[in-house]
């Protein structure tokens, strides 16, 4: 019977994932940052030792270290000339959520290659100190800053920090999210928004708003600003069709501040439900991803993009599950819907749509074939609603105070 039914899910499967493919660009992800099996080796020791003891130099003071890390590990940006042949600055790119799964995979990506001086913005500043350190992060590679995404005041502040720190904004990854599937009451952020959609969305718009200046103002060759999503948020795959599914409605909750109070803490308006939440939250980021597309591109030339990394069914984003989902979801991943990735691979997918040179067009939601080759992936119809994209940017720019 469970062979059966297991099956029947594989058979589907193979529809979904070969009908819709469109490759564009194809990069072989084995030569893009140099890394070898033996490193991908090291990087899974390092990824499993992450719970280790705190390492000797930090102090129990997370506001000492802080101030300490933005003062002293600022990188120097050079930019030289030789006999006319311009050599490449190091990129500076800000990944939030990168004190875990796909954030400190990409963030170590990055760091490895040499290339990019990683911005780690988190809101737990010593776990994500520890998760660089016990990743085997170069030193000098990244600068730990603090941002809680679930209150606006901290991303404010984020802000101030990072301009103070002089560094250029040359790629902006909003990566963190939360997922509460099992919660039955919703809870808030600090300006009491639903917390789902008040981090994962709202926080990273404020923050993307207010960083397109910077990105603006960088000189870097390729800027880009990427938002991650998701299969679940796209009602077009099999994997958006497993209840509860995505649905944003007329956006009355979001409308009147999903605050559960005057107004339902779902964007929709309905009960609330914390898988549905999450998988709102992400159909916002993908509409935001290309409400900026629109209003920006042309003028700035920066990229923007989405991407669904694969089912990375390993990470700290099932956290709040049951434990036999938690259980059974890697398997159930792996050897039947066979859309499992690892941390590692996810991680190298998402720095190629920081820096890789193929992967420049704005608007995109990317997503990889079995091969890891990437493709232009097509999004559900309200995850790639004009009218809804304008309508959540007017009401999202109401809520974060920024009209
Ligand atoms: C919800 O339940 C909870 O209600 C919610 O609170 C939250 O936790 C949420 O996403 C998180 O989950 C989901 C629940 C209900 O699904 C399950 O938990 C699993 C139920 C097991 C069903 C047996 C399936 C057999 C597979 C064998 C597997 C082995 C074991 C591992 C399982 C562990 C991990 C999951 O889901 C359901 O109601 C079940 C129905 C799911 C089918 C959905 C598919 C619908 C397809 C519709 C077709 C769509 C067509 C589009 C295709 C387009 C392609 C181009
Ligand atoms: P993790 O839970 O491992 O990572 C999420 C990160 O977000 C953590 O670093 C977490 O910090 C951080 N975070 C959570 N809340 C806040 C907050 N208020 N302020 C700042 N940072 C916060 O999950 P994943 O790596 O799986 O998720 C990363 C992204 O990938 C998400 O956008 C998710 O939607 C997306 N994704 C994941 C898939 C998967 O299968 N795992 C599939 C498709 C998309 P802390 O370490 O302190 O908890
Ligand atoms: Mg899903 C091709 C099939 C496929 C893929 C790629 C995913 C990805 N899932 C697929 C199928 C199914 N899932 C099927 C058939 C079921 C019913 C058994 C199923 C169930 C399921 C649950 C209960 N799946 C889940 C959950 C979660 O709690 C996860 C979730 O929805 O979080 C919002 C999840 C996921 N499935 C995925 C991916 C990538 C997730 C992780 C969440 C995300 O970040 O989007």
Redesign the pocket.
Same mark, same amino acid.
């Given at each position: 019977m $469970?062979l059966q $039914? $297991?099956s029947l899910?594989s058979s589907a499967f193979s529809?979904?994932k070969d @009908?819709?493919l469109n490759a564009s660009a194809s990069i072989k992800e084995s030569s893009l940052f140099g890394v070898s099996l033996s490193d991908e080796n090291k990087f899974d020791f390092v990824s499993s030792s992450l719970r280790c003891k705190r390492p000797h130099s930090l102090s129990k003071n997370g506001a000492i270290i802080r101030a300490q890390t933005i003062a002293t590990s600022a990188p120097s940006v050079t930019r030289s000339s030789l006999d006319g042949k311009k050599t490449l600055r190091k990129g500076n790119v800000v990944v939030t959520g990168a004190s875990s799964g796909l954030g400190l995979a990409t963030a170590k990506a990055l760091a490895e290659t040499g290339k990019w001086h990683v911005i780690m913005a988190c809101r737990d500043f010593l776990k994500a100190e520890r998760a660089a350190k016990s990743a085997g992060m170069p030193k000098d590679s990244y600068t730990v800053m603090h941002l809680d995404l679930a209150s606006l005041d901290s991303v404010r502040q984020f802000v101030d920090n990072f301009r103070r720190t002089e560094m250029p904004l040359d790629v902006l990854v909003c990566n963190a999210a939360v997922y509460q =599937? *099992?919660a039955n009451q919703p809870t808030f952020t600090a300006e009491g928004f639903e917390l789902s959609v008040g981090t994962n969305h709202l926080g990273h718009f404020l923050l993307s708003r207010l960083l397109i200046d910077d990105l603006k103002n960088s000189d870097y060759p390729s800027k880009r600003l990427i938002i991650v999503g998701s299969i679940t948020g796209n009602t077009? *795959? &099999?994997a958006g069709?497993? =209840? =509860?599914k995505a649905n944003l409605g007329d956006l009355r909750g979001l409308a009147g501040g999903l605050n559960g109070l005057n107004s339902s803490a779902m964007i929709d308006g309905g009960d609330f439900? @914390? $898988?549905k939440a999450y998988k709102d939250s992400k159909v916002c980021n993908m509409l935001t991803m290309q409400e900026f597309h629109r209003r920006f591109h042309e003028e700035t030339g920066i990229t923007f993009a989405s991407l669904y990394p694969g089912c990375i069914a390993t990470t700290g984003l099932f956290r709040e599950?049951i434990p036999l989902?938690r259980t &059974?979801?890697p398997p159930?991943q792996k050897y039947?819907t066979k859309g499992y990735v690892s941390e590692i691979e996810a991680g190298k997918r998402l720095g190629q749509v920081v820096s890789d040179p193929s992967l420049t067009k704005s608007g995109v939601y990317w997503s990889w074939n079995k091969t890891s080759a990437s493709f232009e992936n097509q999004l559900s119809q309200e995850a790639s609603d004009i009218e809804k994209a304008r309508r959540v940017w007017e009401v999202s720019e109401k809520l974060v105070g920024l009209a």
């Open positions: $469970a $039914a $297991a899910v529809v979904r @009908g819709k =599937p *099992t077009n *795959t &099999l069709n497993v =209840p =509860p439900n @914390g $898988a599950h989902f &059974l979801f159930f039947i």
